[in-house]
């Protein structure tokens, strides 16, 4: 399809164990997005990419959070050590550009739940 | 900091009642101003923006106005759907030194009842 798509769409994972999520921008789209959705909270910005780097990785929660981009395409969160208060959604976005008049386009978000 | 502070829910209706979720912000300079919805299972949509003071974004029949003199950017809607039932997420986005990373506020419910 021609939206942002997210894999996997649910994970479940023990405390400990390491995870990757993974999201495929929009054709083209040079920026890419990752935000954190706990439950009643908003979005929680955590990183953005313009092309393969991202310069600015300060709303990562911890060091166990990492994340990369290749190719200019698809991009992955990696969390390590997943602890219970990682639970949550995670969404990716991209955009044509990082501007303020370019849209962002969500993905559908992995839910992720620690046990 | 840039902050946007939002109605809590959830918001409960019945069909072709008036809608309105507030949201008012806090932001330096002149921030665009945007309301998203996300469906059951879906992400994010960007629904409607407005770029600067005293514009008026409309979509599928929801309006916001950007009130500058209020810091304000209330979603409304003349008579809503079960359709409607969603969260809605108002958002900002400023220059924040060229990234333009948008400020979410917590989201409001929607519930809209035959």
């Known amino acids: 399809g021609a939206g942002v798509s997210q894999s996997p769409s649910n994970k479940v994972t023990e405390k400990g164990k390491d995870v990757e999520l993974r999201c495929d921008p929009i054709s083209g789209h040079t920026a890419l997005y990752w935000y954190r959705q706990s439950l009643g909270q908003g979005l929680e910005f955590l990183i953005y990419?313009?092309?393969?780097?991202?310069?600015?990785k300060s709303g990562l929660p911890s060091d166990r959070f990492s994340a990369e981009r290749t190719g200019g395409s698809v991009s992955t969160l990696t969390i390590q050590r997943t602890q219970q208060e990682d639970s949550a959604v995670y969404l990716c976005a991209s955009s044509l550009r990082v501007s303020l008049v370019d849209t962002q386009y969500f993905g559908p978000g992995t839910r992720l739940t620690v046990l | 900091g840039d902050s946007v502070t939002q109605m809590e829910g959830p918001v409960t209706l019945s069909e072709e009642a008036f809608l309105t979720i507030n949201c008012t912000y806090t932001?330096?300079?002149?921030?665009?101003l945007f309301w998203y919805v996300q469906y059951p299972g879906e992400g994010l949509q960007l629904l409607l923006k407005?770029?600067?003071?005293?514009d008026k974004g409309s979509n599928k029949g929801f309006e916001a106005t950007y009130r500058k003199e209020t810091t304000s950017f209330h979603l409304e809607k003349g008579s809503v759907q079960v359709s409607d039932s969603a969260v809605y997420f108002c958002a900002l986005r400023g220059p924040k030194g060229g990234s333009y990373i948008p400020t979410f506020g917590r989201g409001t419910s929607l519930i809209v009842h035959p």
């Open positions: 990419f313009q092309g393969n780097s991202a310069p600015d």
């Open positions: 407005a770029t600067k003071a005293d």
């Open positions: 932001a330096t300079g002149y921030p665009s």
